[in-house]
């Protein structure tokens, strides 16, 4: 009766007319015969296979109706119900069988850049730079989200160290640390010439992952490296690359300084990532990523990192003292290319304050006559027996030098050379 019921399901009568069934009662193997009260106009031959109720005898399979058919479609939907009954009703390792899975097997190298990911993302932080900013309706002060970066846990006394130019002009800045829980964090000092700050966020010391720091004096090109940022606070990204050139030199981003013997990536660098870890093959620390270099009209760019060695002596002395104490000749200098124009090379000195190192030395300024006619002052031309052509060589020198060290400066005064001794100072703002 079952079956019945499922054939008046699939092929209802139009109106009134139903079809019955009829059985023999006897438990011979003769067939079933069915009786239908109405034709029916059907296109393709009907099988129907009987099941008797005692399941010993076997039933051929018998043709009723050979000139009755059925649509195609009607007969494509009665074996997808087929189908469907078949695999509903089946235990579930028999559906299971319909399922191809293979395990994932991931070569030895990309094993050790998942290790690597894993084992260095919690010392991966999300900064936020908040800035107050007034509602021009309302009047309100507000503190608004003007930037943010990634940075990296220096050691377990909270020490965060990230880019000067992701927390510049803050009023108040926030880090998340990788496990989502954010905390307030105040500057503990900052350089801006080499674009290097560091935070201090109160936190457990069990939250706080201190990244392994590495060397850079015997980086290569050719070597492959990867730089991990969290550039919104919700998940870390990896990058991979190769150091594709050493002893760069870029501009700082906030005075124009030079910073010099950069590492630069292939590897890609978002501006989110910038104060992100630049990390070796082993995961130990070789840069701070801090600047990208896109030519106009080209697909991808170059990335730049701070190198480690350098980002090393700039934290020790933020954290014990609060400031970077760099020495400085104390002038002001013409820019390059009005020198270039002069037909000399070096740096010309526009001032040279009398209460700075120059300025007590003898070094002369740039000055008019009383008829307001020009008189260059002295123009550097080495220091310490290095040559200087421009500002950036000026700087390199410098960078050298400790407070307190003589130099011997050899400037060209009018149509001769003299060589004057100046004892560097540090900046009148870190003294």
């Given at each position: 009766?079952a079956?019945c019921?499922l ?6 009568s ?9 059985r023999s009662?006897?438990?011979?193997t ?5 009786h ?7 296109q ?17 399979i ?22 469907s009954?078949t695999?509903?009703?089946s ?5 299971a ?7 994932r ?12 990911f894993q ?13 107050v ?6 009047l309100d002060v507000?503190?608004?989200?003007q ?9 377990k006394e909270g020490?965060i160290?990230t880019?000067?130019?992701v ?12 496990d989502?829980?954010?905390y307030?964090a105040?500057?503990?000092g ?11 966020v ?13 060397v850079?004096a015997?980086?290569?090109?050719g ?23 050493l ?19 292939d590897?890609?660098?978002?501006p989110?990532?910038s104060?992100?870890?630049l990390?070796?093959?082993s995961?130990n ?29 700039i ?7 609060g ?6 000749l104390?002038?002001k ?23 700075g190192?120059?300025?007590k030395a ?9 008829y307001?006619?020009?008189?260059l002052?002295?123009?550097i031309t ?12 000026l ?12 130099v011997i400066?050899?400037?060209l005064?009018?149509d001769?050379?003299?060589k004057?001794?100046v004892?560097?100072?540090p ?5």
């Amino acid at each position: 009766m079952a079956t019945c019921s499922l054939i008046s399901t699939l092929f209802p009568s139009p109106s009134s007319s139903s079809f019955s069934l009829s059985r023999s009662s006897s438990n011979t193997t003769k067939p079933t015969t069915i009786h239908l009260s109405k034709s029916l106009h059907l296109q393709t031959p009907i099988l129907f296979l009987l099941r008797p109720p005692n399941p010993k005898p076997t039933l051929p399979i018998i043709p009723l109706f050979p000139k009755l058919t059925i649509p195609n479609s009607l007969l494509l939907l009665c074996t997808s119900l087929a189908l469907s009954f078949t695999l509903l009703l089946s235990p579930a390792d028999s559906a299971a069988a319909f399922v191809v899975t293979s395990p994932r097997k991931l070569q030895s190298d990309e094993l050790a850049t998942v290790r690597l990911f894993q084992e260095n993302t919690p010392s991966v932080v999300y900064i936020t730079n908040l800035a107050v900013k007034q509602d021009a309706f309302t009047l309100d002060v507000l503190e608004v989200p003007q930037g943010s970066g990634s940075g990296f846990v220096w050691d377990k006394e909270g020490h965060i160290v990230t880019n000067y130019h992701v927390i510049r002009g803050a009023s108040d800045l926030k880090v998340t640390l990788a496990d989502q829980s954010t905390y307030d964090a105040n500057v503990v000092g900052f350089d801006q010439d080499k674009d290097v700050a560091v935070l201090r966020v109160d936190a457990p010391k069990d939250k706080l992952r201190p990244i392994p720091i590495g060397v850079s004096a015997d980086l290569l090109v050719g070597q492959k490296v990867y730089a991990i940022g969290n550039p919104f606070g919700l998940d870390h990204t990896l990058t991979t690359g190769v150091i594709s050139g050493l002893r760069r030199e870029i501009s700082s981003a906030a005075t124009g300084r030079p910073i010099q013997d950069v590492i630069q990536t292939d590897a890609a660098i978002n501006p989110g990532n910038s104060g992100g870890p630049l990390l070796d093959s082993s995961g130990n620390l070789i840069g701070i990523n801090t600047a990208i270099y896109s030519p106009s009209g080209a697909s991808s760019g170059v990335g730049f990192s701070i190198p480690v060695d350098t980002v090393n002596g700039i934290v020790d002395q933020l954290v014990k003292f609060g400031k970077v104490t760099r020495p400085i000749l104390g002038i002001k200098f013409a820019p390059d290319q009005s020198v270039e124009q002069l037909g000399v090379s070096g740096v010309l000195v526009l001032d040279a304050p009398a209460n700075g190192p120059a300025g007590k030395a003898g070094l002369q300024s740039t000055k008019r006559d009383s008829y307001g006619r020009l008189i260059l002052g002295d123009i550097i031309t080495s220091v310490n027996d290095k040559k200087v052509t421009n500002g950036s060589d000026l700087y390199r020198i410098l960078d050298q030098c400790k407070v307190g060290d003589k130099v011997i400066v050899e400037v060209l005064r009018g149509d001769h050379k003299e060589k004057i001794p100046v004892i560097l100072e540090p900046k009148p703002d870190e003294s």
